[in-house]
């Protein structure tokens, strides 16, 4: 932009007709008023106090300096009301539709159509406030974004792919739960002494030694290649998905070539999510070397984080039973299901207690063989269960019941079938 341009734009902001009320509220007096059909719109009602948001049936080219009160229906008189607009749909295409853009979901709750969530610039808000002395609704804010609108408001949003069935998704309802499937926050143990496990190579299928050594080779080029690939992961995850990671690192003198997974020897579950305390699980692991990762450093910093309600289940090594975390266990936080692939290394009878102390409803078990017809270690090689989306190396299930009710339990997702050879190894 020029700078003649800027300064006419800036000249012509100064002179807007603009006035205030006496209740502090800022008027646009230099837009036009609009003639609006009574009842002619869609509207909704997220909050008692958020201003009551409407579709006009005839599309707005821009804001209006006053709507009459008679533009809601019946007998509703917000005090506030907000006139969607999509800014950015072609002159000759129609809005979409006002209820499938947004819903409520309760109090302070929204559904919103992830198309508007992920690309927010182009919703709009008008913003008006009741004149009862004048009988008309006066502007107060011109194009105001929705999604701050409603973040503005206290309003939580839910991104969904459609609104109208907003309310049967699974993150529609973690967040009338209260319940989260997946977290904004995590702990990471850098590979700093990472190396081939000769303990754990003995059941996983997937492992291959490498030429240039075994366990104890940790200062290898495969340790620097490995972290530099875990260095990119924690700076995709802290700088672009804005993830809080709580990192750690290990020595080789810890004896734990594996510790970069400590998923495996530990999880914590909010109080959300088990209806009582938030509470941290130890887990009972196979091999001497991975049972040696749990890390009283790393138990305390937890616990500081109010995780304090400790289950132990790590006793169960003794009688050789074993539940390798959720390695072993793969957790639908939100409708209250855990899957798990029956191993040496996830004991069924561990599994349900488990579910039993932290409140889960059912247990899915099965077992699973990759194309060698080796059995599959752990679960979250063949399985991963999102929010909304769940992603199931089905095919490796051979068994015809176990692989129906495995299915049948990811109704609630949109379930993605990945072939045997794409599974990929944890350790």
Request: charged content about 20%; aromatic content about 6%; some cysteine.
């Amino acid at each position: 932009m020029s700078g003649t341009m800027r300064a006419n734009c800036l000249r012509l902001l100064r002179n807007s007709s603009t006035s205030c009320s006496s209740s502090g509220h800022r008027y646009f007096a230099s837009a036009p008023a609009v003639q609006v059909e009574p009842g002619s719109i869609d509207s909704v009602q997220l909050t008692q106090s958020a201003p009551m948001l409407v579709q006009l049936a005839e599309r707005q080219w821009g804001a209006s300096a006053t709507l009459p009160l008679s533009i809601l229906p019946g007998s509703s008189k917000s005090s506030r009301i907000g006139v969607i607009r999509d800014a950015f749909t072609p002159f000759n295409a129609r809005e979409y539709p006002l209820h499938t853009t947004i819903a409520s979901l309760g109090e302070g709750q929204a559904a919103v159509h992830s198309a508007a969530a992920f690309n927010p610039q182009g919703i709009v808000v008008d913003e008006y406030v009741q004149d009862k002395a004048n009988g008309v609704y006066r502007l107060t804010n011109v194009a105001t974004d929705l999604l701050r609108l409603l973040q503005r408001e206290n309003i939580k949003v839910c991104a969904v792919p459609d609104v109208a069935a907003a309310s049967k998704q699974n993150s529609a309802k973690a967040m009338q739960r209260g319940a989260r499937q997946c977290t904004n926050e995590v702990l990471m143990i850098a590979p700093t002494a990472f190396g081939f496990n000769d303990q754990t190579a003995q059941d996983n299928s997937f492992m291959h030694a490498s030429r240039e050594g075994g366990s104890t080779d940790a200062g290898s080029d495969i340790t620097q290649h490995v972290l530099r690939e875990f260095s990119g992961l924690y700076r995709e995850l802290t700088e672009s998905a804005g993830i809080q990671v709580n990192l750690f690192q290990h020595t080789l003198s810890h004896g734990t070539p594996d510790a970069v997974f400590p998923n495996n020897w530990f999880s914590t579950h909010p109080a959300s999510e088990t209806g009582q305390k938030s509470a941290m699980v130890l887990y009972p692991m196979k091999t001497k070397n991975r049972a040696a990762e749990r890390r009283e450093d790393i138990i305390a910093c937890i616990q500081q984080r109010g995780y304090s309600n400790m289950f132990d289940m790590s006793s169960s090594e003794a009688s050789n039973k074993y539940l390798e975390g959720t390695g072993a266990l793969v957790p639908d936080r939100i409708n209250g299901i855990v899957y798990v692939n029956l191993s040496e290394r996830a004991d069924e009878r561990l599994a349900q207690q488990w579910a039993d102390q932290l409140g889960y409803k059912d247990v899915v078990t099965f077992r699973t063989f990759d194309k060698r017809s080796k059995a599959v270690y752990h679960t979250n090689v063949m399985l991963c269960v999102g929010t909304d989306v769940a992603i199931v190396c089905a095919d490796g299930v051979k068994d015809d019941k176990e692989r129906q009710r495995l299915l049948s339990s990811l109704g609630s997702h949109q379930t993605v079938n990945a072939l045997p050879d794409e599974a990929h190894s944890e350790r």
